[in-house]
């Protein structure tokens, strides 16, 4: 009989905790839908807007801010602070063409190397945003390909080939004299291939100053 009040006395002290656990997440889940409603109206002021999405906690709620409120940069900003999904940050680096210190701070957020090559491989991209996403990748390939064909871009030229490593593409670049002198020189102080030191200096009679540096390097 003693066992049956006790276990009727844990079953409707559990069903008390429930409730109460219950009743309180109603109580937040209905609170933190008064915060969403009045953070994602942009109607709002702006400053009760941002009290209001620092009591939010529901990601949709940060994504949809992030992606589509253009009307207010410091909100976006603070809303993709909370943001987690990748996909969002991706979305942004990419896409977001208006604002380039949101695409910047999606950029940090980016881990996907595919998105930093896409951003820097493409030369119609704004020059800053192309040259911070390069500053992320770690593709060789990459850097060989601007290093060779980018030829709008002098900065992010060099640039890329601080970042090479393949000897062949310094020797391709300083060995072609239709190459932009700068650019030359620049690829000529990295290759160590004396032929290639040799083949300028005898050959090379459109550039006196590249001539000039290959012979000071040859042994």
């Not at 009290?51 to 909100?75: G, P, S, Y």
């Not at 208006?98 to 957020?109: H, K, Q, S, V």
């Not at 491989?121 to 040259?131: F, G, P």
């Not at 290759?191 to 040859?218: C, G, H, M, P, S």
Request: charged share 35%; net charge positive.
């Amino acid at each position: 009989m003693k066992i049956n009040k006790l276990f009727f006395a844990l079953i409707c002290s559990y069903l008390m905790c429930a409730s109460i656990i219950s009743v309180r997440a109603q109580e937040e889940y209905a609170a933190d839908g008064v915060f969403k409603q009045i953070a994602l109206n942009n109607k709002e002021d702006a400053e009760i807007r941002r009290l209001a999405l620092t009591k939010v906690t529901d990601q949709r709620a940060f994504k949809q801010i992030a992606l589509n409120n253009k009307e207010d940069a410091e909100i976006r900003r603070f809303a993709l602070t909370r943001v987690t999904d990748q996909r969002t940050f991706k979305q942004i680096a990419l896409n977001n063409k208006e604002d380039a210190e949101i695409r910047r701070f999606a950029l940090t957020r980016v881990t996907d190397q595919r998105a930093f090559k896409q951003i820097a491989l493409n030369n119609k991209e704004d020059a800053e945003i192309r040259k911070f996403a390069l500053t992320r990748v770690t593709d060789q390939r990459a850097f060989k390909q601007i290093a060779l064909n980018n030829k709008e871009d002098a900065e992010i030229r060099r640039f890329a080939l601080t970042r090479v490593t393949d000897q062949r593409a310094f020797k391709q670049i300083a060995l072609n004299n239709k190459e932009d002198a700068e650019i030359r020189r620049f690829a000529l102080a990295r290759v160590t291939d004396q032929r290639a030191f040799k083949q300028i200096a005898l050959n090379n009679k459109e550039d006196a100053e590249i001539r000039r540096f290959a012979l000071t390097r040859i042994k």
